[in-house]
Each structure stands twice: as C-alpha cells, then as structure tokens.
C-alpha cells in the first residue's frame, strides 16, 4: 500500500515538473491572408532580456490562447496596450503595424 502510495507522489511530481519547465517555443506562425506572421519568441526574449515577466501573462498567457490584435487591423490593441500592441505602437519600443504590415506579414512564409 505505502509503495503504491509512493509512487502516485512521485508520478504526481514528475508531471508537475513537466508542466513547470514547459519549453519556451523559438518561433510561432500565425497564419493569415495578409501573409503569414512569424513571431520569433527567442529574439523577443532576448530583447526582454530573458525576463518572461515582460510578457508573460500580462501581455499573453504562457499558451496559445487568442491574441486579441487583429481587431480593426490592430489599432484596437495599439489603443489599449495589449498584446502585441503592448510594445508595437506608436511611440512604443516598437514598430507601430501602420506603414509595417509586411515587416510582419510576409507573403509565402512557412506555417507552422
Ligand atoms: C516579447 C514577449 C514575450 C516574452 C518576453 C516571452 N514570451 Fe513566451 N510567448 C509570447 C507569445 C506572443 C506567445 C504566444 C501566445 C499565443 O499564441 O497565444 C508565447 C508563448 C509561450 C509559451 C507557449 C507556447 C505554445 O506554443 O503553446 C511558452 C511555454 C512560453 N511562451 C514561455 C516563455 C518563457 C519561459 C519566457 C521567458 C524565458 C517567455 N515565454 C518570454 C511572448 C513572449
Ligand atoms: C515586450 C515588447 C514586445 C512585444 C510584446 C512584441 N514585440 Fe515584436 N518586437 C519588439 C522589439 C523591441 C522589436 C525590435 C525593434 C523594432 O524593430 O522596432 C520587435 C520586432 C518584431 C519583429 C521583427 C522581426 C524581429 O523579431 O526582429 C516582428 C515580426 C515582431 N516583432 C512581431 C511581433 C508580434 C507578432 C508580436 C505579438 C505576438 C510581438 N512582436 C510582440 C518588442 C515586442
Ligand atoms: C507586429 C506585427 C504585425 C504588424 C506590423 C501587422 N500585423 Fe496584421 N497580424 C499580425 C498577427 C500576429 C496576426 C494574427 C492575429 C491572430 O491570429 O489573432 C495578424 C492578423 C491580421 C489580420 C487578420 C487575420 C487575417 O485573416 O488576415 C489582418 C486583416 C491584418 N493582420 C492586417 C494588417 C495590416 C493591414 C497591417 C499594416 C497596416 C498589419 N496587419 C500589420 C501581426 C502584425
């Protein structure tokens, strides 16, 4: 009994483990008819300054969950701070989406 009991903790432990020290993805692809969008995680984290915190989970949840940017070609997020829009908007640390559509949707890239 104390055995079985043993080793249910330890299983329990090892999935918790596991989900702790989920890899963080190198590049995501968001498909669309504007051309599809890489986001390159690793180059983002490393201008976060491996600070996750920057993103996560105030900007996104740590799991592909809706982005919440598309809406009115990005405005809406630039407006509220949100998402990507967190950081690309005007006079953000980066490139607003206006006058930017192809620095993110670029025609023929891969899907995921
Ligand atoms: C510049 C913002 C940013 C930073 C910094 C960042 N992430 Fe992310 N992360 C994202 C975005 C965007 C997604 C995708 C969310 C979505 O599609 O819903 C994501 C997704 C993830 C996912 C889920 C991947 C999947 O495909 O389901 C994990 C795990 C993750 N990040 C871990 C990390 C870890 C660990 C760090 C710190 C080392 C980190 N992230 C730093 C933006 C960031
Ligand atoms: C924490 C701030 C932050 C967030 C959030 C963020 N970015 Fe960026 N992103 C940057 C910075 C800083 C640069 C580089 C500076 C520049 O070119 O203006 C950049 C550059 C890029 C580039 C150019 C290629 C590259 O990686 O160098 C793309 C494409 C891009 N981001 C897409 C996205 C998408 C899509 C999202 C949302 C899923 C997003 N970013 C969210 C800060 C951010
Ligand atoms: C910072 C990167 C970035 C920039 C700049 C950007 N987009 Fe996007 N766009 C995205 C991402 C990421 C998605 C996917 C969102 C999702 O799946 O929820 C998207 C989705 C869209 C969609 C809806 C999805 C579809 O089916 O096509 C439209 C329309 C769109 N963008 C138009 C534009 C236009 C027009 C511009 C220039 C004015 C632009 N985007 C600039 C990242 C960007």
Redo the contacts with the bound molecule.
Sequence with gaps: MKAVAGMIICLSLFVGLAVVA????DK?V?ESKMGNVT?D?TK??E??K???????DK?????????NYKEKMHRVAEEKKI??G??HHPGGPAFESKGNCNKCHVKGAAKS
């Excluded at 900007?59 to 982005?67: E, G, T």
């Design positions: 989920a890899e963080a993805p995501i968001y986001f995680h983002h984290v201008r976060a491996n600070d996750c915190k920057v993103c996560h900007l996104f949840p740590q799991a592909k969950a809706p982005l998402s990507c967190g950081c």
